[in-house]
């Protein structure tokens, strides 16, 4: 009479397997197997998953990879999308080789590059000095200073000793010229005179440098071979004068003159270096002095000298002035 459930039992359909899926998944799985051997550990045969899906089976992923374990093994999908992030990756990342490479080549050309400048800086070496000692002596630098365009008493070849740390005036020795020219980043004539009016910018604008030229000028002036310590005053006065050619203190004449006046014999280093302090710190009209302070005992002389002329002056002023009242 009425309808029962037997009616809509449907047979099951026979159990049929679709072998090109099957084999589609299984070389899909081998290829991933052999990408990632160490990331998945396969427990057993890989099994196929019937679902019911209307009247046939279909196999829609391997249970191998459903089964999310402790090993983060995921998903067919997952794992193919990360590998091709990661594939994206690498080639972006520079093949480590070439880098090492060019590495490797650069610092071969530097080397090349400080071998042939320092044999140009020996060639230059060899071309001024003496002919019996491996030094530039006196004649070498007059004909260096000739190649230079410039006077051995001018200014820029001070400076020159002063780059190459001269240890005695009138002589270079190899190593002094080299690693001074070396530090200098010059290998030639037309390099030493480009540099050089570069370097008397610098010491025009920078007082550390300046002091540090003036302090090595003392001791260039000193005769080494004999242990001079004591700067004679004739040279002192000379270098003085050279040393300050760029800055010259207002006070510089007045004191040079005090000196050759007064027969005074050699300058202490103390004297030399405290006298850059005292030119800048004391004015023209000396009214900063202060002889209660640590200056050298020549330098109080010099002041009492400059009062006493100046004391002189008014005087002479004084009288001039009375003379013309008294006849008017």
């Known amino acids: 009479?009425?309808?029962?459930?037997?009616?809509?039992?449907?047979?099951?359909?026979?159990?049929?397997?679709?072998?090109?899926?099957?084999?589609?998944?299984?070389?899909?799985?081998?290829?991933?197997?052999?990408?990632?051997?160490?990331?998945?550990?396969?427990?057993?045969?890989?099994?196929?998953?019937?679902?019911?899906?209307?009247?046939?089976?279909?196999?829609?992923?391997?249970?191998?990879?459903?089964?999310?374990?402790?090993?983060?093994?995921?998903?067919?999908?997952?794992?193919?999308?990360?590998?091709?992030?990661?594939?994206?990756?690498?080639?972006?990342?520079?093949?480590?080789?070439?880098?090492?490479?060019?590495?490797?080549?650069?610092?071969?050309?530097?080397s090349k590059q400080q071998r042939e400048s320092e044999s140009k800086l020996n060639a230059l070496f060899d071309q001024y000095k003496d002919p019996h000692k491996d030094v530039i002596l006196a004649d070498g630098i007059e004909r260096l200073c000739n190649d230079l365009q410039l006077s051995p008493d001018e200014f820029q070849v001070l400076v020159l000793a002063w780059k190459l740390n001269a240890e005695q005036m009138c002589q270079f020795t190899r190593q002094e010229f080299v690693a001074g020219l070396k530090a200098m980043k010059v290998d030639s004539i037309r390099g030493i005179q480009t540099r050089l009016p570069e370097i008397v910018q610098e010491l025009s604008i920078n007082s550390d440098l300046f002091k540090d030229l003036y302090r090595f000028t003392f001791r260039f002036g000193l005769d080494v071979n004999s242990g001079q310590r004591i700067l004679p005053a004739d040279m002192a006065i000379v270098l003085w004068k050279l040393v300050f050619t760029l800055r010259e203190p207002p006070l510089l004449c007045r004191w040079l003159k005090f000196l050759e006046c007064h027969h005074v014999r050699g300058i202490p280093r103390d004297t030399w270096n405290m006298f850059l302090n005292f030119a800048e710190s004391i004015g023209d009209d000396l009214g900063a002095y202060d002889d209660a302070e640590a200056w050298p005992s020549l330098f109080d002389d010099f002041v009492e000298y400059e009062n006493d002329q100046m004391n002189q002056n008014i005087s002479k002023d004084d009288i001039m002035k009375n003379v013309s009242i008294d006849k008017a």
């Open 1 to 110: 009479m009425g309808n029962c459930f037997s009616c809509f039992k449907v047979p099951f359909p026979p159990a049929t397997t679709d072998h090109s899926s099957s084999l589609e998944q299984k070389d899909e799985t081998m290829e991933l197997r052999g990408l990632f051997p160490n990331s998945c550990q396969q427990s057993g045969p890989l099994v196929p998953e019937p679902h019911i899906n209307g009247n046939r089976k279909s196999i829609t992923t391997l249970s191998t990879f459903n089964n999310v374990g402790s090993d983060n093994c995921g998903s067919m999908p997952s794992v193919q999308n990360n590998l091709r992030l990661s594939r994206g990756f690498y080639t972006c990342l520079p093949p480590l080789g070439r880098s090492g490479q060019s590495s490797g080549l650069t610092v071969t050309i530097e």
